[in-house]
């Protein structure tokens, strides 16, 4: 079996029943697998709803490490335009063109650090590199501050291994409270200042707000953006000719990107919380009760995507869910696709091949499903062009 392939351990439950089940810190969740369903569960907000408990929708559930809303993650229509009216502008920058310059120039330094060694720890060194310094971008603020957050590791919410950690979440939460503190007394024109001088329907935005969406900003795109990167990279040590293919058709590398967002499936669920008895699936789900809406399942979907356990760089039709659907889809998606992009077209760039050495799986555990979501460590050596 390759190294780089991504099962999919829903393909059964989702033909037979189109739901699967999973207790999650005694607080169980009926996980929707079907595109079809997953799309329009996430469409009803006011059945399955967000604006739940902080934390109680994210699974593993985060109810007992935070009491901060997330923003505008958190919240449901129709005060959720209102907080997304507000930031979406600041989160489309990454299609100004010297966004992307700036980008580029972190990524191909990256390359070219790990093209003269002989091994590289590819999680470690080089995507949680790139993630937390991309991040500085996205904030616009000093390029120094990543090297605090490379050294809190790859999870903002866990330990060593897969335990939710409050402890750690709370480095997090005071590095944000001093941040805004900061931007207080020294304004500039980073996020932090932009959004305490802003308001949402007539009134400013409270530290509680503001502290919600740079904790969004921080854990939305961290365990995605290196599961996306290295994920990507395993692929192509084993698919040079998918390399050479980039190099040769860069015209195909936006759909490339798309692939690997289905393929790869970042983020695996993402949980609701019903507001009145229902049914999903010809299935009974009781008010209080917690769906989720699996990205993964959805993205496999043979009735949907032909070959759907393949990737096909060019795939022509690809309605995928990678970045969430409907009014809750991913804030960060542009920036994550940029990421994405200029890495694809880096490595093809300077790239020739890339030789796995040493693997270790990250693994799952969704009760009656394991899914390999990426690595926990993986060491490669990059050879040149």
Not at 168 to 195: C, H, R, T, V, W
Not at 204 to 223: P, Q, S
Not at 247 to 254: A, G, Q, T
Request: proline letters at 4%; hydrophobic letters at 35%.
């Amino acid at each position: 079996m390759e190294k780089s392939k991504l099962s999919d351990p829903f393909e059964e439950a989702r033909i037979n029943k189109g739901y699967g089940k999973m207790n999650d810190q005694d607080d169980p969740v009926t996980m929707i697998l079907r595109l079809k369903d997953v799309r329009k569960c996430a469409h009803n907000w006011k059945v399955f709803q967000s604006e739940a408990e902080p934390g109680r929708i994210v699974v593993p559930s985060e109810v007992n490490i935070r009491d901060t809303r997330q923003i505008p993650f958190e919240v449901d229509p129709p005060l959720h335009k209102s907080y997304r009216s507000l930031v979406e502008p600041w989160f489309k920058r990454p299609l100004q063109p010297e966004y992307q310059e700036k980008l580029t120039a972190q990524i191909e330094e990256i390359i070219d650090e790990v093209i003269v060694k002989d091994s590289v720890e590819v999680i470690e060194d080089f995507s949680l590199k790139l993630q937390s310094r991309a991040l500085t971008l996205l904030l616009n603020i000093p390029f120094e501050e990543s090297e605090i957050w490379i050294s809190w590791g790859t999870h903002v919410f866990r330990s060593e291994g897969e335990a939710l950690d409050g402890d750690k979440a709370n480095i997090l939460y005071d590095y944000i409270d001093k941040q805004i503190y900061k931007a207080i007394e020294n304004p500039g024109d980073d996020l932090y200042s932009m959004l305490l001088t802003s308001e949402v329907n007539g009134k400013k935005l409270t530290h509680e707000e503001i502290k919600g969406i740079i904790i969004l900003t921080f854990a939305g795109g961290r365990d995605t953006v290196i599961n996306a990167v290295t994920n990507s990279i395993a692929y192509l040590a084993e698919h040079p000719e998918s390399l050479e293919s980039l190099h040769n058709n860069p015209d195909m590398i936006s759909k490339a990107v798309e692939e690997f967002i289905r393929y790869f499936s970042p983020l695996t669920q993402m949980g609701r919380v019903v507001t009145e008895d229902t049914q999903v699936c010809e299935h009974a789900v009781k008010a209080d009760s917690r769906i989720s809406l699996c990205w993964a399942s959805a993205n496999r979907d043979a009735s949907v995507f032909e070959n759907p356990n393949e990737i096909v760089l060019d795939r022509k039709i690809n309605p995928h869910v990678g970045f969430g659907f409907s009014h809750h889809n991913c804030l960060g998606a542009t920036h994550a696709r940029q990421i994405m992009n200029i890495l694809l077209t880096s490595l093809a760039k300077k790239i020739k091949s890339i030789d796995i050495i040493d693997y270790k799986e990250n693994i799952e555990d969704l009760d009656q499903f394991k899914r390999k979501v990426g690595y926990d460590s993986i060491s490669v050596n990059f050879n040149a062009l």
